[in-house]
């Protein structure tokens, strides 16, 4: 079970929804939620914070460390932004912000070939997948170079 809750960036430009895997970490582990244009004025700081394509995610690695009791152990040994981050502890749902918006949208003109024609679906279906990830590697989100293609 994942469960999402939203975060407005810092400026009030963006609200983003977050996914939280398993539910081990709490909402209050986000701190601060920085888009491209109010990133720009905060002070990096790697211990606590994530950087991704401009937006800047800072964790509260007290609560973090506090909740992280049922992580498996390799992550808990490694316990930093970037785990966080990537292993989708608290992280964008999906590569990016927004992403699960977009995502569904693309999707749903392959969907209506489903019905038409199931094999040329399956095929299309990937085919969007690898092109996707390989233009969002491009645009240089992280979580874009964690994914394998199918
Ligand atoms: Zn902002």
Known sequence: ???DHSFRCSCGQYE???T???EILPP???SALY???CSANV???PDTMIR???WIIEYDMEIARLMSNSMPVEHLRRLSPETIFVEDYCSWRGIYPGDHIDSLRERESIVSI???NPKKYITELKDWANRRTERLRQEGWLKAHERVAV
């Open 28 to 30: 209050e582990t986000l």
């Open 52 to 54: 991704d394509n401009g």
């Open 20 to 22: 939280f895997k398993n």
């Open 114 to 116: 489903a019905k038409v």
């Open 1 to 3: 079970m994942c469960m």
């Open 16 to 18: 983003v929804s977050m």
């Open 35 to 37: 888009c491209p244009r």
């Open 43 to 45: 002070d990096f700081n």
